[in-house]
């Protein structure tokens, strides 16, 4: 019994010894998909988990699910510029939550303007300054003028 006691001790005190687990990389996921998934939170069941376990910094769902939340909270880009149907038959995000999306982070007023528009939801307002929208708050290269 006492030999069974130390073997047990033993083993866990190898398995509590490892090395601490670096979560870096897994809180940077969970941090993008809150961001990228903000705007999509009333679009999408999955959204809504995504952005709520992501702002948890529930690593092990932002780790397993990114792939997943990433498609249900398209960029711009990812999402194509019209509202409807998507290429594969999925409901595309509307203009107002696309504009909010790539407008999230925007320090400019007008920027920020186009945010709160997109967050408003009005979709005529939203499909009326969509290209306005997009043109401003759109990553710019680094050497274009």
Request: net charge negative; with cysteine; hydrophobic share 40%.
């Amino acid at each position: 019994m006492k030999l069974l006691s130390l073997a047990l001790a033993s083993m866990l005190l190898a398995a509590c010894s490892s090395e601490p687990v670096d979560n870096t990389a897994a809180l940077a996921v969970c941090a993008r998909l809150a961001d990228r998934c903000h705007p999509y939170e009333t679009v999408s069941l999955t959204a809504a988990d995504c952005h709520r376990y992501a702002h948890a910094n529930n690593t092990a769902m932002c780790v397993a699910r990114e792939a997943e939340c990433l498609a249900a909270c398209p960029t711009v880009s990812d999402a194509g510029a019209g509202d409807g149907g998507a290429a594969d038959g999925s409901l595309a995000p509307s203009q107002c939550a696309q504009v909010g999306a790539i407008c999230h982070d925007s320090t400019s007023a007008l920027g920020m303007e186009c945010h709160d528009l997109g967050h408003d939801g009005t979709p005529a307002t939203c499909a009326a300054r969509y290209a306005e929208c997009v043109a401003e708050c759109s990553p710019r290269d680094a050497g274009a003028d």
